[in-house]
Structure formats: C-alpha cells, structure tokens
C-alpha cells in the first residue's frame, strides 16, 4: 500500500498519563481516514505528533515517506493542517492571515491567496479583521489555511467544528472533490459521525490512547449490527408466533419486537407473510441497522447519552 | 536561514497592525515629556510654585534647566525604563503567539522555526531601535521649543554614544525574556520575570555587585560607572543564552498550545 501516513508503535506519555498509547496506523495516498475517539481520546496528540509539534515516548510516525523528526522540514512543503481550534491573528484581515501564511510557505502563488478565498466563499469577509469573524467563518479561515498552497496531505482536526449544516455539507463536497479529483490525501479527526460515515473511506477509533479498530467502510457494513424492528395488531401473539418459529426476540424499550437472527433481517418479507398469515398483520416492519455513532459507543463501551 | 526574509516580513507584519507600536511609543514618549516638564519648572521655580506646577516643598536638585541636565534625564530614564518597555515589547511578541494560539501555525512549515525566532527577535530590535529614535527626535523637539541655551555638539554625540549603547546592552537582555514567554506560553510570565529580574537588579546594586547582574548593568552604565570588560561580556552572553534558549525551547519542546 502506498502510505502518505504511518505510525509504528507510537507512544506519548506525559508524566504518568499515557495519552497515545502505542498506536500503529496507515493512511493510504488519497485516501480519506477518519480518526474517531471521544474527547481526551489521544485524538489531538497524535496530531501532534504527526505534524512533528511534540516528540513520541517511543515508535515512530512517517508522513509522505519522511520520517518525523526535529528539523526535518522537508514534508511540510506538502501538508495542510488544522490542529484544535482554527485561530488566526485577531488584528490582521482575512486576507492578511492568509497573505501572511503564504509568505511563510515559499513558492506558493500569490494567487493562491485569492483562490482559497473564493473556494471557502469567503469573499465577503476578505478584508475584515480575523477577531470579528464569527465562529463558522473563523473555522473556513483555519480551513482556507490548511489548505490554499494545494497540499498532497491535509490533516485536519475537527474540521467541520463550528460550522453550521450547510457549511458542514460544504466542506464534505470539498473534501470529497479534493481526494477525488486531486487524489488529495485526508487525515481527520471528528466527533461529527454521520459526517463521517457519508465522507470517510476508512475509519480509525481510539479509546483510552489505543487504536481499538481500523476499518473500511464495507467492514464497517459488515460488523455493524443489524435487527429487525416490527408490530402487529396483536403484538403478544406475534412474538409466540416468532419465537414459535425458532427466533429469538427482545422488546425495546418502546415495546417494540425486535427480532436479531439473520434469516429474519435478510427475509423480511417471510416474516410478514407468516404474520399476515396467522392473522396478526404487521403494522410496522423495518430493518433497523446500526449507525456509526452507536458503532463508536458499543466500541468504546460507553452508553449512549452518557459519550461526554 | 530558511526563509528569513519573509518570516521577517510576517513579523513586521503583525506588530504594524496592531496597537502595541503605538501604545509604547505613547508609553516612552512620557520621557522627553516628563524631562521638558522639569525643564520648564527648573527655567523658573518661582513661577511653578505660583502657578501650581509644584508644590511649594518640591526640593529641585536635578540641576539647571539646560541640556546637559535634559539629556542626562533622557539616557537615565532609557537605561532605567528601557529594560521595562523593550522587555514588554518581547514579551508581546512571542507570549501572542500562545494568548492568541496561533504558535501551532508556525510550527510544521517549510519556515525553519529557528528563522521564526530570530525574526521575532529582529523586529523586537528593530521596534527598540525605532522608540528610541522617536523619543530622542521628542527631546530635541522639545528642548529646541523651551528654548534651552545652546550647547556644545560633543554634548549631543556623547549623550547619542551613551544612549546607543545603553540601547543595545537592553536589547540584548529581551532574549530571556522572550524565552520566558516561549516556555511559559502568554505574556504574564515573562512580565513577572522582568519584575523580579528589576528588583533583584536593585538589591545587587544596593549591595554594590550590580556590575555582574546583567538587567543593573544598563543602568550603571548610563550613570557613567566605570564598568568593566566583564560586565558587557556578562550581558553579551546572557543575550547569547536567551537566544539559543529560545530557539532549541521551539526546535525541541513538546508544544502543546
């Protein structure tokens, strides 16, 4: 696989806290790799260490075939990045904070400059100082940064953090057309799961500073559960009926019937026949699949609702 | 040093467009303005007591109302002062970059952090530099608007040597400063280090070891004590340290703001 990220064994401790806690992962070029994990998950720090801004305990991370180390230089040339909260210079304008990063990045356009502006639809604000910026527009600012010199790699950090849906939707399309059309490679991380699952390609989840899981998304369609959910007129005897059958059942909290075995997710349609049959008409039926964010939870073993 | 013309541009950048330029240049200007206003009470002291300038127990011993007495005011007030306003000025300029978290922006580009550093450290210099020019340019303003009897012009260029020199030895001493600000990440702690380094540069001085402090040694410097080889040696180096403190503190350290 040709790597634009890869970290072997990674470690970071700080004191006696354990914050990455050996983690080895690969990123595939243009490839779109969410990195998910609830807050203080290590999600940040291994960012960190990617981007060479904290030194690992132990192992190693490569970034475009370099390794990570002090004064190595060479790869930034070709990364994005947005670490945290996107912040700009509060007194100089859009424009300026833009203009200024660029100067730092030697042998980009100038008109890269006015580019980015105009692809984050920041053009409005262009000339307004970067303090009086609102949340959102202070996030594509971070972005437009991250991403205005046409890096091979961004590494984003909550990129869709502030934004409102349509500028969440916006920046999915971005990032979508610049790993499809640009072969842009894309590391970020997010608690926005629905997101995403519409966006990612492959997805990491890191609990307690240790990468559980990495997988694909046909993976994830396949590890994720799957019931069906139904009622009849006769709830009672539709669940004998079933159980008759040879399911096994459970009631939902909302009294609902769900039924888990394969044979009745793939066949649906059997099941009401049966039910129409035996005189206890479905009046709701539907194959309930889990979603990403209940996913992530029954990984980390965490609750739903109780995440934060 | 990679890219150290535009990081420098950047710098120069940043400071321009804020109102920290302006707030200590107003902050230093308080000096000539401060001396013209003794000059005008040392011109006429009767006249002052009458129209309230001073209070009728002011004991004037400053001297006459000449300049002589005006500049040695001036270089006494920038080797004092100086060391507060140029080490706010580094404070500002590296402790911003952690109030306003922007630090992370700088630090995996192809811009050396090493050229940062130093660029941050030529504006500090620079902006030093330009304070100075300013509030000497006040003072002849202002001595030429009171009407001060002319002097020698040695008394000019001795005054301009001394205080080009106090200048330098005080910019030196904003490197550990800016390191203060680096490690300790905002603009407070190395504000609280200046202070502590002023009041221990005055009990060295109280005790007579002044000369082997380098925050005393501007001042000593500028009330024409005979200092010795060692003590700008002890100042060169403690800028020497401060600097590469400063630059292996952003090379090496964990950031993590």
């Not at chain 2, 011109?43 to 109302?65: E, H, N, W, Y």
């Amino acid at each position: 696989m040709n790597t634009d990220i890869e970290t072997d064994n990674l470690v970071k401790r700080y004191g006696n806290v354990t914050a990455v806690d050996g983690v080895s992962l690969r990123v595939a070029k243009g490839e779109i790799y969410a990195f998910l994990g609830l807050n203080g998950a290590g999600k940040t720090t291994t960012i960190r260490l990617l981007l060479g801004m904290a030194k690992p305990t132990s192992g190693e991370a490569r970034v475009l075939g370099t390794r990570i180390r002090i004064g190595e230089r060479k790869q930034w040339d070709s990364v994005g990045y947005l670490v945290e909260t996107a912040d700009a210079y509060p007194e100089l304008t859009v424009r300026e904070n833009l203009e200024t990063m660029r100067r730092l990045r030697p042998g980009t356009a100038p008109q890269a400059v006015d580019r980015i502006i105009e692809r984050l639809d920041l053009g409005a604000f262009a000339d307004r100082r970067a303090g009086t910026l609102s949340h959102g527009n202070a996030q594509r600012l971070g972005l437009a940064k991250a991403l205005f010199h046409n890096p091979e790699l961004v590494i984003l950090d909550e990129p869709a953090s502030g934004l409102d849906p349509a500028g969440i939707v916006e920046i999915r399309n971005l990032l979508t057309e610049l790993a499809r059309d640009q072969g842009v490679t894309v590391f970020m991380s997010s608690h926005i799961l629905g997101e995403v699952s519409r966006l990612a390609h492959r997805i990491g989840i890191i609990h307690h500073g240790r990468l559980l899981q990495e997988l694909d998304m046909e993976e994830l369609d396949h590890n994720r559960r799957r019931r069906l959910l139904l009622r009849t007129t006769n709830d009672t005897a539709a669940r004998a009926l079933l159980v008759g059958m040879g399911f096994s059942t459970d009631i939902t909290s909302d009294g609902t019937i769900a039924v888990k075995d394969c044979m009745a997710i793939e066949r649906p349609d059997d099941i009401a026949t049966r039910l129409v049959n035996a005189g206890h008409a479905p009046t709701m039926l539907y194959v309930e699949e889990e979603n990403l964010e209940h996913y992530f939870l029954r990984l980390v073993g965490v609750e739903e609702g109780n995440a934060n | 040093m990679n890219n150290l013309a535009q990081a420098t541009w950047v710098e120069f950048r940043k400071a321009c467009r804020s109102k920290m330029p302006l707030f200590t240049a107003l902050g230093f200007a308080m000096v000539p303005l401060g001396g013209g206003f003794f000059m005008i009470v040392l011109k006429d002291p009767d006249m002052a007591r009458r129209v309230g300038l001073i209070s009728t127990k002011a004991q004037l011993t400053m001297g006459a109302a000449d300049w002589p007495t005006y500049l040695r005011f001036l270089t006494m007030a920038i080797g004092a002062g100086g060391i507060i306003l140029f080490g706010l000025v580094a404070a500002w300029v590296f402790g911003r970059e952690y109030s306003d978290r922007t630090a992370k922006d700088l630090l995996a580009l192809p811009t050396s952090r090493s050229a940062i550093v130093l660029s941050k450290c030529v504006v500090i210099a620079v902006w030093s530099a330009a304070l100075t020019v300013v509030i000497c340019l006040i003072t002849l303003c202002v001595g030429a608007a009171l009407g001060l009897p002319p002097a020698a012009p040695q008394v000019f260029w001795q005054s301009g040597i001394t205080i080009m020199v106090a200048v330098c030895l005080t910019i030196s001493l904003t490197t550990p400063i800016a390191f203060a600000a680096s490690a300790w990440r905002g603009y407070l702690p190395p504000i609280a280090v200046m202070i502590l380094a002023m009041v221990v540069a005055q009990l060295t001085t109280a005790a007579g070891w002044g000369e082997y402090f380098p925050w005393a040694i501007p001042a000593l410097f500028v009330q024409g004590e005979k200092l010795g080889a060692i003590s700008y040696a002890i100042v060169v180096l403690t800028g020497i340290i401060g600097l590469a403190g400063t630059i292996l503190w952003w090379e090496l350290a964990d950031q993590t703001r």
